[in-house]
């Protein structure tokens, strides 16, 4: 029952929002250049709907391989933090200053480098950026996490920092991990459309650029239908890692477990 709640109480709300502001743009004559009714944007996704398909499917690769090496380049240099905490304290710092600067004011030097011929390029760049210091930080302080009883132990063992490591440092790890892989999911999605935004150039082909079009050409209810399938997107992307770290962890770590009780 409770789990039947969770999903009708989200929907039964959208549902009437969606009613709502369907009532209130039509009984107050809201120009559809200025706020389209939910009636308006069915019928520009339904037009667009092989463009919008493309958009997405150009975004999509980008936010999966940008998050893939983001992923993969975070995890690595954590383990090398971990082994070496030389390499930490001289590294640590410019990783913060490199997620604190806004990505905004970086974008257009790297399409710049990179070249506007290669918007794909660029946008996998910064949308790796993005999403390349959560998963990094939680990473670093789950490695530290594991119990330091059981540390010792291994060490009376003898097991060697490579045994420790993928026997017991990553195992406690993972939850820390799994957090900053949700959050770096949404990242590199907003990344990637960060990039097509700061194009500004129809050799970017993703959502962004879709948007940013729409918009120039006062054509807001296709704007609203590719920014509702962004957004369906960032939640379904939320939800799909959500569930990854469940299968990971509902057999043996508190967090899961209490979930499914």
């Given at each position: 029952?409770?789990?039947?709640?969770r999903?009708?109480?989200?929907?039964?709300?959208?549902?009437?929002v969606?009613?709502?502001?369907?009532?209130?743009?039509?009984?107050?004559?809201?120009?559809?250049?200025?706020?389209?009714?939910?009636?308006?944007i069915?019928?520009a996704?339904?037009?667009?709907?092989?463009?919008?398909?493309?958009?997405?499917?150009?975004?999509?690769q980008?936010?999966?391989?940008?998050f893939?090496?983001?992923?993969?380049?975070?995890?690595?240099?954590?383990?090398?933090f971990?082994?070496?905490?030389?390499?930490?304290?001289?590294?640590?710092?410019?990783?913060?200053?490199?997620?604190v600067?806004?990505?905004?004011?970086?974008?257009?030097?790297?399409?710049i480098?990179?070249g506007?011929?290669?918007?794909?390029?660029?946008?996998?760049?910064i949308a790796?950026?993005?999403?390349?210091?959560?998963?990094?930080?939680?990473?670093?302080?789950?490695?530290?996490?594991?119990?330091?009883?059981l540390?010792?132990?291994?060490?009376?063992y003898?097991a060697?920092?490579?045994?420790?490591?993928?026997?017991l440092?990553?195992?406690a790890?993972?939850?820390y991990?799994?957090?900053?892989?949700?959050?770096?999911?949404g990242l590199?999605?907003i990344?990637a459309?960060?990039a097509?935004?700061?194009?500004g150039?129809?050799?970017?082909?993703?959502?962004?650029w879709?948007?940013?079009?729409?918009?120039?050409?006062?054509q807001?209810?296709?704007?609203?239908?590719?920014?509702?399938?962004?957004?369906?997107?960032?939640?379904?992307?939320?939800y799909?890692?959500?569930f990854?770290?469940?299968?990971?962890?509902?057999?043996?770590?508190?967090?899961?477990?209490?979930?499914n009780?």
């Amino acid at each position: 029952m409770n789990r039947a709640l969770r999903i009708a109480v989200p929907l039964a709300l959208g549902a009437l929002v969606i009613g709502l502001w369907q009532f209130l743009v039509r009984h107050n004559g809201v120009p559809v250049y200025v706020l389209p009714a939910p009636s308006d944007i069915s019928p520009a996704f339904r037009d667009s709907f092989a463009e919008l398909m493309a958009a997405l499917w150009t975004t999509l690769q980008v936010t999966w391989i940008a998050f893939v090496l983001a992923f993969v380049s975070a995890m690595l240099l954590a383990v090398v933090f971990n082994l070496s905490r030389t390499v930490e304290m001289a590294l640590f710092p410019y990783a913060v200053v490199l997620q604190v600067t806004p990505m905004v004011s970086i974008a257009p030097v790297i399409l710049i480098w990179i070249g506007y011929e290669h918007v794909e390029r660029a946008a996998v760049l910064i949308a790796t950026i993005v999403a390349f210091f959560p998963i990094l930080s939680n990473a670093t302080v789950g490695l530290r996490s594991a119990d330091s009883n059981l540390v010792d132990l291994f060490r009376l063992y003898g097991a060697s920092r490579w045994q420790r490591l993928m026997r017991l440092q990553l195992p406690a790890a993972l939850p820390y991990i799994l957090s900053g892989v949700k959050v770096a999911g949404g990242l590199a999605l907003i990344g990637a459309i960060v990039a097509e935004f700061v194009a500004g150039s129809g050799t970017a082909t993703g959502l962004g650029w879709v948007i940013t079009e729409a918009g120039r050409n006062l054509q807001i209810a296709k704007m609203f239908a590719a920014l509702g399938l962004l957004s369906a997107v960032g939640v379904a992307n939320f939800y799909l890692l959500t569930f990854v770290e469940w299968a990971l962890l509902h057999r043996w770590h508190e967090s899961a477990v209490k979930q499914n009780a």
